[in-house]
Nanobody, 121 residues
Framework: QVQLVESGGGLVQPGGSLRLSCAAS????????MGWYRQAPGKERELVAS???????NYADSVKGPFTISRDNAKNTVYLQMNSLKPEDTAVYYC???????????????WGKGTLVTVSS
């Protein structure tokens, strides 16, 4: 019912920048929170950043400062600007959306397929 398409991952050198995008489509009634998670090899998936429909943001302590999350409500799109990237930021980044598809069901979490970010020289 809700499809998420991520883009913007790739290989970048330490200290470089990348911008991830995630566009939500489908029969969407409303979107509450949007966010990004990441999962590094051998580790659990963790929250990177999230943003509410009103624009309130939340960041993991490890990315506060260099990373910025934003959203375009008209386009149902969330962005993650990642600056000063480090090798430890290497992971698969997943888009997450909390959305309602009708008025009689509660909002549900939807996940993208993930985009790989590799920080290496």
């Amino acid at each position: 019912q809700v499809q998420l398409v991520e883009s913007g991952g790739g290989l970048v050198q330490p200290g470089g920048s990348l911008r991830l995008s995630c566009a939500a489509s489908g029969r969407i009634l409303s979107i509450n929170a949007m966010g990004w998670y990441r999962q590094a090899p051998g580790k659990e998936r963790e929250l990177v950043a999230s943003i509410t429909s009103g624009g309130s943001t939340n960041y993991a302590d490890s990315v506060k400062g260099p990373f910025t999350i934003s959203r375009d409500n008209a386009k149902n799109t969330v962005y993650l600007q990642m600056n000063s990237l480090k090798p430890e930021d290497t992971a698969v980044y997943y888009c997450n959306v909390l959305a309602r598809v009708n008025w009689y069901e509660a909002a549900m979490n939807y996940w993208g397929k993930g985009t790989l970010v590799t920080v290496s020289s």
